[in-house]
C-alpha cells in the first residue's frame, strides 16, 4: 500500500542550530514533492516544491533534496529561530492535482 | 479574496444533523480542494473541483458527504446525518489552474472545525 513517513517524533532545538526533517514514501512515483508549514489553527501554507529531476532546492534559510531512488526528501531550516516553531507537512503530487500529505513532524526551536 | 475564507471556523453539532462548510477561494482559482484533517494527521484528500464540476470526488468517504460549486467560484461541502467520526477539520484550498500545467501550489484557508456530539 502507498505510504509517507515523516519523523514521528517532535523536534526539540536549540536556536541556531539546523533542523533536518525526514519524509519517505513507498509505492507512489511522485512527479514533484511539495513542503509545507502549518501553524495551530490555521491551514497549511506552501513552502517549497522540488520536482524528480532535481537534487536539491533552496530559498533562504531552508533547504530541500529529493532522493527518488532512495525515495526521501530531506527538509533542513538552517539557524533555526523560535518562529520557526511550527508543524512541516511533506506532499506528495499524485495525478497532477492530488496531493497525499505525511502526518508532519512538529519542529520547536528553544530561545 | 486576498486569501481562501472558510466558513464557519467552528461548527458544533449533534449526531444525525446536517451540516453546511462554506469555501470562498481567490478571485480567478479554477481549481478548488477540500481535505479533512484529523487531529495529528496530514490532509486527506476529499474533492477537487475544475470550475463548476467535480473533476475528482474518490475522497469523499461515502455518500453521507456532498460538495457543489454551482458558479465556479464559492463551494459548499455538504454532510448529512453527521456522525461522531466525521469530526474534525475541513480544508478548503484553491490554485490557479489545477493539474497538467506542472507544479501545483495550493494555497489553504484556515479550515472549519467540525464537532459532532
Known amino acids: 500500500s502507498q505510504k509517507i513517513e515523516q519523523n514521528s517524533e517532535a523536534l526539540n532545538i536549540q536556536e541556531g542550530k539546523t533542523a533536518t526533517l525526514t519524509c519517505n514514501y513507498t509505492?507512489?512515483?511522485?512527479?514533484?514533492l511539495q513542503w509545507y508549514r502549518q501553524d495551530p489553527g490555521r491551514g497549511p501554507v506552501f513552502l517549497l516544491l522540488?520536482?524528480?529531476?532535481?537534487k536539491e532546492k533552496r530559498k533562504e534559510r531552508l533547504k530541500v533534496t529529493f532522493d527518488t531512488t532512495l525515495k526521501q526528501s530531506l527538509f533542513h531550516i538552517t539557524a533555526s529561530q523560535p518562529a520557526d516553531s511550527a508543524t512541516y507537512l511533506c506532499?506528495?503530487?499524485?495525478?497532477?492535482?492530488?496531493?497525499?500529505f505525511g502526518a508532519g513532524t512538529t519542529v520547536t526551536v528553544r530561545a | 479574496g486576498a486569501g481562501v475564507s472558510q466558513t464557519p471556523s467552528n461548527k458544533v453539532t449533534e449526531k444525525g444533523k446536517y451540516v453546511e462548510l462554506r469555501c470562498d477561494p481567490i478571485?480567478?482559482?479554477?481549481?478548488l480542494y477540500w481535505y479533512r484533517q484529523s487531529l495529528g494527521q496530514g490532509p486527506e484528500f476529499l474533492i477537487y473541483?475544475?470550475?463548476?464540476?467535480?473533476?475528482?470526488d474518490s475522497g469523499l468517504p461515502n455518500d453521507r458527504f456532498f460538495a457543489v460549486r454551482p458558479e465556479g467560484s464559492v463551494s459548499t461541502l455538504k454532510i448529512q446525518r453527521t456522525e461522531r467520526g466525521d469530526s474534525a477539520v475541513y480544508l478548503c484550498?484553491?490554485?490557479?489552474?489545477?493539474?497538467?500545467?506542472?507544479?501545483?501550489?495550493?494555497?489553504f484557508g484556515a479550515g472549519s472545525r467540525l464537532t459532532v456530539l
Open positions: 478571485s480567478g482559482h479554477t481549481a
Open positions: 506532499a506528495l503530487v499524485v495525478n497532477d492535482y492530488k496531493l497525499s
Open positions: 484550498a484553491s490554485s490557479y489552474r489545477g493539474g497538467g500545467s506542472g507544479a501545483n501550489v495550493l494555497t
Open positions: 473541483f475544475q470550475g463548476t464540476g467535480a473533476a475528482d
Open positions: 509505492n507512489y512515483s511522485p512527479a514533484y
Open positions: 522540488i520536482r524528480e529531476n532535481e
